[in-house]
């Protein structure tokens, strides 16, 4: 490709989404359908092997190139075809920000590319210019040949990070300055849409498929890493398969806040202790699957001190309480409070009396 253009920007340090989880792969060399391999990952491990990023991804190459993967041909992880389209970014990162031309995102096209700050979708295979992302170097990256958006996207995790994800305004701002001192009218976004997702309900949009992939798409509805990249295939096909194990777990049972800590110190290591904003975004990976509203963690209220405290005796600095949740409860008639997290929307925390019933996150770590 052509000459580069470089910007370097300084983007907001949030804690990168790659480098929240620790996430551990395990190969198991049984054959089952894709359905059966769900079941038995969640059971034994987190769930059908999710990759969030490219981190995930060299971790589970790294695997692959410890076991003698010669005699395999595709291996489940967990991507499904749902059949209902969803945009997302090629990074990975949750879409919470978007710059549709009119507000408006119907339409056909499953590719977006931006012109004027605004947001157009279009046939991924027309041609344009495109802004990678270097993560190393923090810049965007416009580049100055015209190619697809799936060219593009190969290009730009090739020679950088990947196409870049536009996450506020403030971004969408120095993307079309760069574009306009530039003089460049039209460039692809790392914005997609597509109708894949992932077992563990995460919604990333990572995706890493051989060129001609995803094909047939009425009878292969199931994703296999195939040596390098994924392809997909019939899920009623019998193939080994990864598992993915996390360092949080959701317990789907329904207990009081005193036996989800038994439970939790008996089984794995204790009920989690949202300290940080890492573990937050960890939980905030797990949750979804809850069948109740909110989530126990290991959080407490003394009466005694009129005090919240973790489980593991860190103090309380991290904090992500729903408004007047946190007020110093001095009423020590009542029964004593725990701390719980939403299960919908920013996962704020709430405080619940302790004999409420409610699934729970336990840390095996
Ligand atoms: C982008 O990042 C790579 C490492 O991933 C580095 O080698 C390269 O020099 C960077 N390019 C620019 C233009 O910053
Ligand atoms: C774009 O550049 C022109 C000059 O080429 C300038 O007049 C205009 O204000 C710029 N717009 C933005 C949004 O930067
Ligand atoms: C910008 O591009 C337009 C159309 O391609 C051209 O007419 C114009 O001269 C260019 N301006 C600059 C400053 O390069
Ligand atoms: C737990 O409670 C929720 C909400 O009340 C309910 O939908 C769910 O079926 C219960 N789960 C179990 C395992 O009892
Ligand atoms: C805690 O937050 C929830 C959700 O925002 C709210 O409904 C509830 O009233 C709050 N509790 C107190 C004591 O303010």
């Known amino acids: 490709m052509s000459q580069t253009l470089y910007f370097s920007v300084l983007l907001i340090a949030l804690c990168s989404l790659s480098e929240c989880i620790q996430r551990r792969y395990h190969h198991i060399n049984k054959k089952m359908t894709w359905t059966e391999a769900q079941k038995y990952c969640r059971e034994k491990y987190t769930d059908l092997a999710t990759v969030n990023n490219i981190?995930?991804?060299?971790?589970?190459?790294?695997?692959?190139?410890?076991?003698?993967?010669?005699?395999?041909?595709?291996?489940?992880?967990?991507?499904?075809?749902?059949g209902v389209y969803k945009w997302k970014w090629s990074m990975g990162d949750p879409v919470k920000y978007t710059n549709w031309y009119n507000g408006d995102s119907n339409g056909s096209g499953q590719c977006v590319y931006m012109r004027d700050g605004s947001w157009y979708h279009q046939d991924c295979k027309v041609n344009m210019r495109f802004i990678c992302y270097n993560e190393s170097s923090?810049?965007?990256?416009?580049?100055?040949?015209s190619v697809s958006w799936r060219k593009a996207q190969t290009f730009c995790r090739q020679h950088h990070t990947d196409l870049i994800s536009v996450r506020n305004q403030i971004e969408n701002e120095q993307i079309q300055k760069i574009?306009?001192?530039?003089?460049?009218?039209?460039?692809?976004?790392?914005?997609?849409?597509?109708?894949w997702e992932w077992s563990d309900e995460s919604e990333s949009g990572f995706?890493?498929?051989?060129?001609?992939?995803?094909?047939?798409?009425?009878?292969?509805?199931?994703?296999?890493?195939?040596?390098?990249?994924?392809?997909?295939?019939?899920?009623?096909?019998?193939?080994?398969f990864l598992c993915h194990e996390d360092n949080l777990i959701l317990i789907q049972k329904n207990l009081s806040w005193s036996e989800a800590l038994r439970y939790c110190r008996e089984n794995h290591v204790d009920l989690v202790s949202v300290d940080s904003e890492e573990i937050q975004f960890m939980v905030a990976q797990v949750i979804h699957r809850s069948s109740t509203d909110a989530v126990w963690m290991g959080l407490s209220?003394?009466?005694?001190?009129?005090?919240?405290?973790?489980?593991?005796?860190?103090?309380?600095?991290?904090?992500?309480?729903a408004p007047g949740n946190e007020t110093k409860l001095m009423d020590c008639n009542t029964e004593h409070r725990a701390g719980a997290v939403q299960s919908g929307g920013d996962h704020l925390w709430i405080s619940l009396p302790q004999s409420q019933q409610l699934n729970f996150i336990c840390s095996r770590k």
């Open 55 to 82: 981190n995930d991804m060299n971790d589970m190459d790294k695997l692959m190139k410890s076991i003698d993967y010669s005699l395999l041909y595709g291996i489940w992880i967990g991507l499904k075809n749902t």
């Open 138 to 145: 923090k810049g965007f990256i416009i580049d100055d040949s």
């Open 179 to 195: 574009m306009n001192d530039t003089n460049i009218s039209e460039v692809w976004i790392g914005l997609f849409s597509d109708s």
């Open 301 to 321: 209220h003394s009466c005694d001190v009129g005090l919240w405290f973790w489980v593991n005796e860190e103090k309380v600095c991290y904090q992500n309480w």
């Open 207 to 240: 995706r890493n498929w051989y060129p001609i992939e995803p094909n047939n798409p009425y009878t292969e509805k199931c994703a296999a890493f195939g040596g390098v990249k994924w392809n997909n295939m019939v899920c009623s096909d019998c193939q080994p």
